[in-house]
């Protein structure tokens, strides 16, 4: 078998791994789903937009600017997986009624596997454009380091199992970076208006994409002959793919442009009202991005080449080396000052990251020093077997029943029907435990975090873990003070209680310290008795989650 061969027999291999991996559980969480008991905060958005489009009858993802209108993301994902529904939603419509469960509504749970295809489909094709890109930027064996660091690392195979545009992007920068890796390397003006043009549609389907620009213009800066036509040209092509992927934006204009306000302001001036401080515990933003997207979203072997090929981008500073720095760097720098401190906002670092730790994992096993030579290789070899298993620990979360609905089953067989359940809050998208219980005739009651509406015939106590983090309408002391009277052994006890752990071999690896969205297939939800006698005041009980919203936001209700 020759070399060329050979390279091409690893890469299949390579690319089968992650195949496997991002497929692996993709239909996690749709048991019994509807758009209320969704198992992701975001999957209600291709739910809804598949709908419009449907009955609008055009692609138009604000047909009403009053009620039906999304632009916080680019349109770009959302035309993609709504061609793969098409394809898929009548293969789907074959299988029996019930096979996502009796109380699945088929229309949510069509339009997120075709949703989620899409992404496991697109995180997949990324890895062996970050092949080409390594071989571009520093040889075939650097090409097939950095494809199996791509292929391996958590972060991207998690996105992968949700439809929202992440993994979407993720190709799209990995295409951008090819075509300017490529446009260095030959010199060619042509790869470099290509990669204005993927660009565009990268910013087309997340607007922060536009960062994209900054090694747009090192690319042009590096190259011997910079004539200011083929930036000119390249520039243009930036704007071309964002409007052919978004043609609605000056369609309806003012409805994009208010949204563009709303998405600033959340993240700037209202991240105080927003988020209430809730990334405060993650540390200095310089830290951020080790410790949480690279420390979680890759483990910490690959967290320590990537920082490795970090460094010797910087010593080395060859043309390669600062094109994918002049994106490391800005995106790098927003990421960690971002207000939102979500995982998922750093996967565009992944392709350049993995780049140039495939480039400097290849320089150090080939290094004539033999000494570090075998440091290396052992290194390498070490991070891959670590790696597989931090993966397949945290795959296997996918492949475990939904909390949600294990928590729902046991109150189904050890609770009397029409007894009440008392929540710590509304629901609010995230948080969305409620809906599961009441559609089976449970009463919900809402606490407002206040241990004294516990009351009446009120016996159980249902909280999610992400109430601790999200409660927009509530202080942090009064979830403080309430989380602290149900820990009183005296008058509650623990009933049940699903946490999962993601494990693999005999080895647990932690996440419960992770960022809220590394943790969505690990909610941590626990049933509370209440012991003693039964305090003579009324609890706030409703026929259902409506009526409780009616009730206690009767302006939200109403709007």
Not at 90 to 101: A, R
Not at 351 to 360: E, M, N, R, S, Y
Not at 504 to 519: E, K, N
Not at 533 to 554: D, E, F, G, K, Q
């Amino acid at each position: 078998m020759n070399r060329r061969r050979r390279h091409y027999v690893a890469l299949m291999a390579i690319v089968a791994f992650a195949a496997a991996f991002r497929f692996w559980g993709l239909a996690w969480g749709l048991h019994d789903a509807s758009i209320s008991r969704r198992p992701h905060p975001d999957e209600w958005v291709v739910y809804w937009l598949f709908k419009w489009f449907g009955q609008s009858g055009t692609l138009d993802p604000c047909p009403q600017s009053a009620s039906r209108c999304f632009f916080d993301w680019g349109s770009m994902y959302i035309y993609g997986a709504y061609a793969v529904h098409a394809v898929v939603d009548p293969v789907l419509s074959l299988l029996p009624s019930d096979v996502f469960g009796a109380r699945a509504d088929p229309e949510f749970v069509h339009s997120v596997v075709a949703g989620r295809i899409t992404s496991a489909v697109a995180s997949t094709l990324a890895v062996p454009v970050i092949y080409a890109s390594g071989r571009t930027a520093f040889g075939s064996e650097s090409g097939l380091a950095a494809a199996a660091v791509l292929a391996a690392s958590a972060l991207p195979i998690q996105l992968a199992h949700f439809a929202t545009p992440d993994s979407t992007v993720l190709l799209l920068v990995s295409l951008v970076l090819l075509a300017l890796l490529r446009a260095a390397k030959m010199q060619s003006g042509k790869w470099l208006v290509l990669g204005g043009l993927l660009a565009g549609l990268a910013v087309g389907t997340e607007y922060h994409m536009a960062l994209l620009l900054c090694p747009l213009l090192a690319t042009w800066a590096s190259m011997t002959d910079r004539r200011r036509r083929w930036l000119v040209v390249a520039s243009g092509c930036v704007v071309a793919g964002y409007l052919v992927s978004n043609p609605y934006v000056i369609v309806d204009s003012p409805s994009f442009a208010a949204a563009m306000r709303h998405t600033v302001l959340i993240h700037t001036v209202d991240s105080t009202a927003q988020y209430q401080g809730r990334f405060n515990a993650y540390g200095p933003d310089w830290l951020y991005v080790v410790r949480y997207p690279l420390g979680y979203g890759v483990g910490i072997c690959f967290t320590i080449w990537s920082l490795l090929g970090l460094a010797w981008a910087v010593a080395s500073r060859d043309r390669s080396q600062l094109i994918l720095l002049a994106w490391i760097v800005p995106y790098g720098l927003v990421v960690s000052l971002s207000a939102a401190k979500f995982m998922r906002y750093s996967l565009p670092l992944m392709p350049a990251l993995a780049i140039l730790a495939g480039g400097v994992a290849w320089s150090l096993v080939t290094t004539r020093h033999r000494p570090l030579r075998s440091l290396a290789a052992a290194a390498a070899l070490v991070a891959i077997l670590y790696t597989v298993v931090y993966d397949s620990a945290y795959a296997s979360l996918f492949s475990r029943p939904e909390s949600r609905l294990v928590v729902t089953d046991w109150v189904q067989h050890n609770v009397a029907t029409r007894s009440l359940l008392a929540y710590e809050q509304l629901p609010n998208g995230l948080i969305n435990l409620p809906y599961f219980t009441s559609s089976l005739g449970y009463p919900p009651c809402f606490t407002q975090f206040r241990a004294n509406w516990i009351a009446g015939s009120v016996r159980y106590v249902l909280t999610d873990g992400y109430d601790v983090e999200e409660h927009p309408r509530f202080s942090a002391s009064s979830v403080q003070r309430f989380r602290a009277s149900l820990a009183n052994p005296q008058r509650f006890r623990v009933a049940e209680r699903v946490h999962y752990e993601p494990a693999f071999l005999g080895l647990t690896f932690s996440i419960d310290a992770s960022p809220h969205d590394w943790r969505y297939p690990d909610r941590d939800i626990t049933v509370f008795r209440r012991l003693g006698p039964t305090p003579p005041r009324v609890a706030h009980c409703y026929r259902s989650v409506s009526a409780a919203v009616a009730a206690l936001y009767p302006h939200a209700a109403n709007g």
